[in-house]
């Protein structure tokens, strides 16, 4: 199995930016489609951006597109999100997450990393 550590949150001010990262450690990254989920209080977790195993595939949520930019750098085990012209509707705790190619399901979790947009 994968471990996974995101990074990069915090608190920032409307219209800003921050970038999160996530370190895949344990078996071979390019093997794993990954993507960033959130979660904000009360609300269900949602799937914000998502990344094929060859760097090349991408699909966002609408409300983010053009905004937030996922990418994957095979050498350092690492995806990221680029998270641009923040929103206060952007707050959540934000989760990294790996499924592996032949999984119908994404079995591998952060422990998540919080983000806080102030108006």
């Known amino acids: 199995q994968v471990q996974l550590v995101e990074s990069g949150g915090g608190l920032v001010q409307a219209g800003g930016s921050l970038r999160l990262s996530c370190v895949a450690s344990?078996?071979?990254?390019?093997?794993?489609?990954m993507a960033w989920f959130r979660q904000a209080p009360g609300k269900e977790r949602e799937l914000v951006a998502f990344?094929?195993?060859?760097?090349?595939?991408?699909v966002y949520k609408d409300s983010v597109k053009g905004r937030f930019t996922i990418s994957r750098d095979s050498a350092k085990n690492t995806v990221y999100l680029q998270m641009n012209s923040l929103k206060p509707e952007d707050t959540a705790v934000y989760y990294c997450?790996?499924?592996?190619?032949?999984?119908?399901?994404?079995?591998?979790w952060g422990p998540g990393t919080q983000v806080t947009v102030s108006s």
């Open positions: 997450a790996g499924r592996y190619y032949s999984d119908g399901e994404y079995r591998y």
């Open positions: 344990g078996r071979t990254f390019s093997n794993y489609y």
């Open positions: 990344i094929g195993r060859n760097g090349v595939n991408t």
